[in-house]
Nanobody, 122 residues
Framework: QVQLRESGGGSVQSGGSLRISCSAS????????MGWFRQTPGKEREGIAS???????IYEDSVKGRFTISFNNAETMVYLEMNSLKPEDTAMYYC????????????????WGQGTQVTVSS
């Protein structure tokens, strides 16, 4: 059974940095891609960063150059390092895993964590 659990969210001032983490268990070889999505009230969940073994990470344009996604060596943890944070980055951030890369290319069959809130104040 795939389980994903986020941690590390919180509040930060504009221009600040934050790292959020996702611990993963139960992944199989076919579930080779992981990523981060975010969602604000009234809007659709959007993919912002995706990583897969052997591939160069892919980022959504609004976070490119500011956010970095990475695995630990065992691929049991996925991190999102967020720098130069802006108020518009405020959202619930979700870790996800699935069988395609980037993850927002999967029409279904994704696994989700419960989310962690990131709030950026101006």
């Amino acid at each position: 059974q795939v389980q994903l659990r986020e941690s590390g969210g919180g509040s930060v001032q504009s221009g600040g940095s934050l790292r959020i983490s996702c611990s993963a268990s139960g992944l199989t070889y076919s579930i080779y891609s992981m990523g981060w999505f975010r969602q604000t009230p009234g809007k659709e969940r959007e993919g912002i960063a995706s990583i897969a073994r052997g591939a160069i990470p892919i980022y959504e344009d609004s976070v490119k150059g500011r956010f970095t996604i990475s695995f630990n060596n065992a691929e049991t943890m996925v991190y999102l390092e967020m720098n130069s944070l802006k108020p518009e980055d405020t959202a619930m951030y979700y870790c996800a895993a699935g069988p395609c890369f980037p993850l927002w290319g999967c029409s279904g069959s994704k696994y989700w964590g419960q989310g962690t809130q990131v709030t950026v104040s101006s």
